[in-house]
C-alpha cells in the first residue's frame, strides 16, 4: 500500500487490544482471539518488529485511567511508532478527547492507523476527516447505548422490579423477590442491630454499643463463586 513507507516500516507496529468490561474478557474469547490476530496482519504488511499492548483488557474507553492507552501515547510521542493497529479504528477510544489527542500526536509524528477495513494517514485530509467521522459516530454509538440501558433501568424501577443489591439479611430468589435470608443467626443479628437503633435513638450510639459488647456482623462480599457472607 502506497500509504505504508520505509519510514513506517523502520519503526514498531502497535497492536492495541481492548475489551471493555471484565464479562467480556471472560466470555466474548473470539474477540480477543481476533484482536490478538492483527499481529500477524501488521506483519504481513511488512513490519518485522511488532508490540500487543493488552493492558486495558477489562477497561472502558469512556474516559477511564486506561494505563496501556497512555503507554501508546507516550510511545507515539517518542516517535517510535509507525502505525496503530486496532481491529475497529474507533476501539482505540470512545471519546472525543482521547480520540482526537490520538489523531493530533499521530499526524504530529507521521503515525499511521490501521483497521480491518484499511489504512490511514491522519496527515491526510481525506483520511483525516474519515478518522474523525468514525471517532464522532462512536461516541454517540455508546451514548445512545447509555442511554438505552439506563432509560431500561428506569422502567423496570417504576414497575418495583428492580435490585441491584439486596441488604444483608435478606436474599433475592425466584422471579426477583426478595426474602429474609433463612439463617437464624443472621436473623437474629440483624433483628438486634434494629432493636437497639430503636433504643438508643441513633446509629452512631447503636454501632459504639456493638463494639463495646464486641458483636460481630453479618456483610456481604463477593468472589470467585459469587456472593459470600463474613462476620465483621
Known amino acids: 500500500m502506497t500509504k ?27 474477540s480477543r482471539r481476533r484482536q490478538y490476530g492483527l499481529a500477524e496482519r501488521a506483519r504481513a504488511l511488512g513490519w518485522a518488529a511488532v508490540e500487543v499492548i493488552d493492558d486495558d483488557l477489562g477497561r472502558s474507553g469512556w474516559g477511564l485511567a ?23 479504528a474507533s476501539r482505540l477510544a470512545r471519546n472525543g478527547r482521547d480520540w482526537h489527542t490520538l489523531l493530533e500526536f499521530c499526524g504530529l509524528v507521521g503515525t499511521l492507523i490501521i483497521d480491518e477495513d484499511g489504512v490511514y494517514e491522519p496527515r491526510d485530509p481525506n483520511d483525516r476527516l474519515l478518522l474523525g467521522m468514525k471517532g464522532t459516530m462512536s461516541e454517540m454509538e ?28 435478606y436474599l433475592k430468589v425466584r422471579h426477583d423477590r426478595i426474602e429474609r435470608d433463612p439463617d437464624r443467626r443472621i436473623q437474629e443479628a440483624i433483628t ?38 463474613t462476620w465483621k
Open 66 to 88: 486506561r494505563p496501556g492507552f497512555e503507554k501508546l501515547l507516550a510511545a507515539i510521542c517518542e516517535g517510535r511508532v509507525g502505525a496503530v493497529v486496532s481491529i475497529e
Open 192 to 229: 438486634l442491630v434494629f432493636s437497639k437503633f430503636a433504643e438508643l435513638q441513633t446509629v452512631r450510639q447503636a454501632l459504639l454499643w456493638m463494639r463495646q459488647e464486641q458483636l460481630p456482623l453479618p456483610a456481604v462480599g463477593y468472589d470467585a463463586d459469587g456472593r459470600t457472607m
Open 4 to 30: 505504508i513507507t520505509p519510514d513506517h516500516l523502520a519503526r514498531s507496529a502497535m497492536v492495541y487490544v481492548r475489551q471493555s468490561t471484565a464479562d467480556q474478557v471472560a466470555n466474548n474469547h473470539e
Open 142 to 169: 455508546l451514548s445512545l447505548f447509555r442511554q438505552r440501558s439506563i432509560e431500561a433501568l428506569k422502567q423496570k424501577a417504576r414497575r418495583g422490579e428492580l435490585f441491584m443489591t439486596v441488604a444483608v439479611g
